[in-house]
C-alpha cells in the first residue's frame, strides 16, 4: 500500500473575481521510504496540492474534490479532530521561508515542546528532552542550550534546520517540504538536502518535495511529477525525466538550466507568463507559450498518456511520437553542444 | 539599557522645549491682551499698564520664555497664572487625578469591548457579528464626542434619571466642603464620562484590533502552527494574540499619554474639573502659565507613556529586548 496516495484531487477558490481552479484533476501516488519531487512555477498549484492534502485550505474559501488516501485511509471529508490528529504525527510539514515559518516571540524550545505535547501524552519536562534530542539530531551545535533562544537569534539555515526538526518531532511516515531550500544560499541548501536524506534513511520516511528547482529534485527524488496551471503534465522516474521528457513545457525547463558541460551563451527562456487559473487558457494551458502548438491544442485537452518508453512515464501532449523524439534529439544536441558531436 | 535611558532622556528634553517653545510662539502671534483680561472689565489703561508690568508682559518674548524656563529649572515651578495668582503646580495637581480618573477609566472601558469584538469579528469576518460591530465603528468613527456626551447626558441622565447629568466626585474622602465623595460616587459619575470615551475609542480599536488579528492568521508561523496539529483554539491563543496585540500597545500609550493631556470635549460636557477643562478656561483668558503648565504636563504624560510602552514591548517581543 503507497504511504500516500491522491486520486484526482481538485481544489478551486471562491473569490470576489470568480473561481480560482488552482489544482485540477491531480493523481500521484508515493511508497514508503521513496522521495516525489513536484516540480513546477509559481501559480502551478504544487503548494496548493499539498495544503489541500493536509486539509489546510479553508473550506469556507475552497471546494475541494476527489481522494485523498493516507494509507489506505480516506482523508477528504474527515473531521477537523483526526486532521489534526494527522498533521504533525502522520504528515510533518516544513515551508518554504525558514525566517517567517517560526513563532518569534516564543522560544525555538517552547515551539518544538508544542509539537510534542499535542500528539504526545507526556510532561513538559519529557517533550523538553526530546526537543533538545531531536535538534541534536539536525546537528544544531550546543542544542541544550539553544533550545532556549529565539527564532531571531538563529541564521536562515539554522532555523531550517529547527523547522525539519519540528516537522520530524513525532516520527511521521511522510514528510511535506515545500521549497525548503529556495530560500537559502546555496552552500545551506546543500548542507539540509543532506540532511534531509540522511534522515530518510534512518527513519525510512516517505517526502514529497515541492520545489522549482530540478537541482533539487535531481538530487533528492526517485520520481518526478511536472505541473502547469493546475494540472500534471508529465510524471516520471527521474532518471527518465532528465534522460527523454516527453513534453515542450517539460523541454523548457530543462533547457532553462545552466549546465556545466554547455558551449556557453544564453540560458533558454521559456517565453510569456505563467496561465492566469481565473481564466485558463483553453485546450492545453501550455499552448499559448509553446513554440510547436497546433490548432488542435488551442480546443482540445491532451489526456495524461503512457509515453511509448513506458514505465509509468506519463505526459500531456498532441505531438506524434516521432515528432516529439525529433525535436527533443535535436534540442538534447544543442544543449550539451560539441559533447554530443 | 543605560544607553536606551540616556537617549530617551535627551529626547524628552528636546520635546520639552520644543512644545514649550512653540507654545510661547503661538501665544506671541496670537492677537490677545492677557493684561486686560486679568485686569478686569472696569480697568483704566495705567491700571492695565500696571497688571502687564507686574505680569513681565511689557517684556520681549523670548525674556517671558527663559523666565519660565528659570523658573521651572531653578525652582521647580511652573509658575502662577496671570487671572488668579494660583499656582499652576497645586492647580494642575489637583486637576490631573480627575483627567487621569477619566483616561484610565474609559481605556479599560474601551479594551475590554474592543478585544473581544476585534478578535470575533477577525475570526469572522463578513458574518453577521463583523458587520454589526462595522456599523458600530462607523457611528463610533464619524459621531462627535460632545454630541455622544450630550446625547447620553440627556437621555440616561435627565430622561431616565439613571445618572447624574454632570459633575465629579472625588475617589477618596475626607475633602473639605466636598458635596459627595468616594469610589462608588466617583464612577457613579464617571459613568457617563466613561462609555463616552468608549464609543469613541473602541470604534479605532475595534478596526485596529480586527485588521491586526487578521493579518497574524496569514502568517506563516501560523500556518506552521496549525501544520503540527494544533487547534484553532491553541492557534489564536498561543500564536496569533499576543503577535497581534504588538502594534495595539503602543498606540495605546500614544493615546493614554495624548488623552492625560485634557480630554477636552468629554470634561467640558460633563463639566468634570479636569486638565482639559482648565486649559480651555486658560485658553479664554489668554492664561499663558496655565497653558504652557498643562503643555508640559501633557508632553510628560506622552514621554513617560511611550517609555511604559518600550519597556513593555521587550517584555512582549523577545526581538527588541536589550540583551
Known amino acids: ?341 | 539599557m543605560t544607553q536606551f535611558l540616556i537617549r530617551r532622556l535627551f529626547w524628552a528634553i528636546f520635546l520639552f522645549f520644543a512644545a514649550t517653545i512653540i507654545t510661547y510662539l503661538i501665544f506671541w502671534v496670537i492677537p490677545a491682551d492677557p493684561a486686560a483680561l486679568a485686569a478686569g472689565k472696569s480697568a483704566t489703561p495705567a491700571d492695565i499698564a500696571r497688571v502687564s508690568h507686574f505680569l513681565h508682559l511689557d517684556e520681549p518674548i523670548w525674556r517671558q520664555y527663559l523666565r519660565f524656563v528659570w523658573n521651572l529649572v531653578g525652582h521647580g515651578s511652573l509658575g502662577h497664572s496671570f487671572v488668579n495668582r494660583q499656582s499652576v503646580d497645586a492647580t494642575i495637581a489637583k486637576d490631573a487625578p480627575v483627567t487621569a480618573s477619566l483616561v484610565f477609566g474609559g481605556a479599560i472601558f474601551w479594551l475590554s469591548l474592543s478585544i473581544p469584538i476585534g478578535i470575533l469579528s477577525a475570526i469572522r469576518p463578513r458574518s453577521l457579528m463583523d458587520r454589526g460591530a462595522m456599523i458600530f465603528v462607523l457611528i463610533g468613527i464619524s459621531a462627535h464626542p460632545v454630541w455622544i456626551g450630550l446625547i447620553l447626558s440627556y437621555v440616561f441622565g435627565y430622561r431616565l434619571g439613571l445618572t447624574p447629568i454632570a459633575g465629579y466626585c472625588n475617589f477618596f474622602t475626607g475633602t473639605e466642603g466636598a458635596q459627595c465623595e468616594g469610589p462608588l460616587e466617583w464612577a457613579y459619575h464617571l459613568i457617563l464620562p466613561w462609555i463616552t470615551f468608549m464609543i469613541l475609542f473602541a470604534a479605532l480599536y475595534v478596526r485596529l484590533i480586527r485588521a491586526n488579528v487578521i493579518e497574524t492568521m496569514s502568517e506563516d508561523y501560523v500556518r506552521t502552527a496549525r501544520a503540527k496539529g494544533a487547534s484553532e483554539r491553541r492557534v489564536m491563543t498561543q500564536h496569533v494574540l499576543r503577535n497581534s496585540m504588538l502594534p495595539i500597545v503602543t498606540i495605546l500609550g500614544m493615546d493614554l499619554g495624548l488623552a492625560l493631556g485634557g480630554a477636552i470635549f468629554t470634561e467640558s460636557i460633563f463639566n468634570l474639573p479636569g486638565l482639559g477643562h482648565e486649559i480651555i478656561n486658560a485658553y479664554n483668558t489668554a492664561d499663558l502659565p496655565m497653558i504652557t503648565g498643562i503643555v508640559v504636563f501633557s508632553t510628560v504624560a506622552v514621554i513617560i507613556f511611550n517609555l511604559i510602552v518600550d519597556v513593555t514591548y521587550g517584555f512582549l517581543d523577545p526581538r527588541i529586548r536589550p540583551s
Not at chain 1, 202 to 210: T, V
Not at chain 1, 291 to 319: K, V, W
Open chain 1, 1 to 341: 500500500m503507497p504511504a500516500l496516495e491522491v486520486k484526482d484531487l481538485s481544489t478551486s477558490f471562491r473569490t470576489d473575481d470568480g473561481i480560482v481552479k488552482a489544482v485540477s484533476g491531480v493523481s500521484f501516488s508515493i511508497d514508503q521510504g521513496k522521495t516525489l519531487g513536484v516540480v513546477g512555477e509559481s501559480g502551478s498549484g504544487k503548494s496548493v496540492t499539498f495544503l489541500t492534502v493536509m486539509g489546510l485550505v479553508d473550506p469556507r474559501q475552497a471546494d475541494v474534490s476527489g481522494s485523498v488516501l493516507l494509507q489506505g485511509e480516506e482523508l477528504l471529508g474527515v473531521g477537523a479532530n483526526r486532521l489534526r490528529e494527522v498533521r504533525g504525527l502522520t504528515i510533518g510539514m516544513i515551508f518554504q521561508d525558514p525566517m517567517t515559518s517560526l513563532n518569534p516571540v516564543k522560544t525555538i524550545g517552547w515551539q518544538l515542546e508544542e509539537a510534542v505535547l499535542i500528539h504526545q501524552d507526556v510532561t513538559r519536562k519529557d517533550a523538553r528532552r526530546q526537543a533538545i534530542e531531536i535538534l541534536k539530531q539536525v546537528e544544531i551545535p550546543r542544542a541544550d542550550q539553544r533550545v532556549d533562544d529565539y527564532p531571531h537569534q538563529f541564521s536562515g539555515g539554522m532555523r531550517q534546520r529547527v523547522m525539519i526538526a519540528m516537522a520530524l518531532i513525532n516520527g511521521p511516515d511522510i514528510l511535506i517540504a515545500d521549497e525548503p531550500t529556495t530560500a537559502l544560499d546555496v552552500t545551506t541548501q546543500a548542507q539540509i538536502l543532506r540532511l534531509m536524506k540522511r534522515l530518510q534513511d534512518e527513519n525510512k520516511m516517505a517526502i514529497l518535495m515541492i520545489t522549482h528547482d530540478l537541482g533539487v529534485v535531481a538530487e533528492l527524488a526517485d520520481d518526478v511529477i511536472v505541473m502547469y496551471g493546475g494540472k500534471v503534465v508529465e510524471q516520471a522516474k527521474v532518471d527518465d525525466l532528465f534522460a527523454k521528457p516527453e513534453m515542450p513545457y517539460t523541454w523548457g525547463l530543462l533547457a532553462s538550466l545552466p549546465r556545466l558541460d554547455s558551449t556557453g551563451g544564453r540560458l533558454e527562456q521559456i517565453p510569456g507568463q505563467p496561465p492566469s487559473l481565473l481564466n485558463p487558457p483553453s485546450g492545453c494551458a501550455f499552448h499559448p507559450r509553446c513554440p510547436y502548438a497546433m490548432s488542435r491544442c488551442r480546443t482540445e485537452l491532451p489526456e495524461l498518456r503512457l509515453s511509448p518508453q513506458g514505465e509509468g512515464h506519463r505526459f500531456r501532449c498532441h505531438l506524434e511520437d516521432e515528432e516529439r523524439t525529433r525535436i527533443w534529439q535535436g534540442k538534447h544536441a544543442a544543449l550539451v553542444g560539441e559533447d554530443a558531436a
